[in-house]
């Protein structure tokens, strides 16, 4: 329980910072501010994260097969990590290099 618990927490976190980073370049944001559309987006994939049965076996989200998301809101994630992805590694370079390794070794996997 702990473990998923962590999953979770870990992307939260990083799908915050991806909205915030395209926040700030799309809609022109101060650092730690998002705007209404944005902060809205954000909360739905928290709450998404946080219903999410899956979280105990997949990485990420967006290596997961049954994709929950409302299409529309679907949409509005892929553009975010479209743009926001590449943005990372200046944001946090760490976690983004974690987050592709992970990524690579679970598509291989599949």
Not at 21 to 27: A, P
Not at 32 to 47: H, I, N, P, Q, V
Not at 51 to 76: A, G, I, L
Request: overall charge positive; aromatic content about 8%; charged content about 35%.
């Amino acid at each position: 329980m702990k473990k998923t618990e962590d999953k979770r927490g870990w992307e939260k976190k990083v799908v915050g910072q991806m909205i915030e980073v395209y926040c700030r370049g799309k809609h022109g944001t101060k650092r730690g501010e998002l705007c209404a559309d944005c902060a809205a987006l954000r909360d739905y994939a928290w709450m998404r994260s946080d219903k999410c049965p899956f979280m105990e076996t997949k990485t990420f989200c967006s290596n997961c097969r049954v994709h929950c998301y409302q299409p529309e809101m679907r949409q509005k994630i892929r553009e975010v990590m479209r743009y926001s992805g590449p943005r990372m590694l200046f944001v946090h370079p760490v976690g983004a290099i974690r987050h592709l390794i992970l990524s690579r070794k679970e598509k291989k996997s599949l």
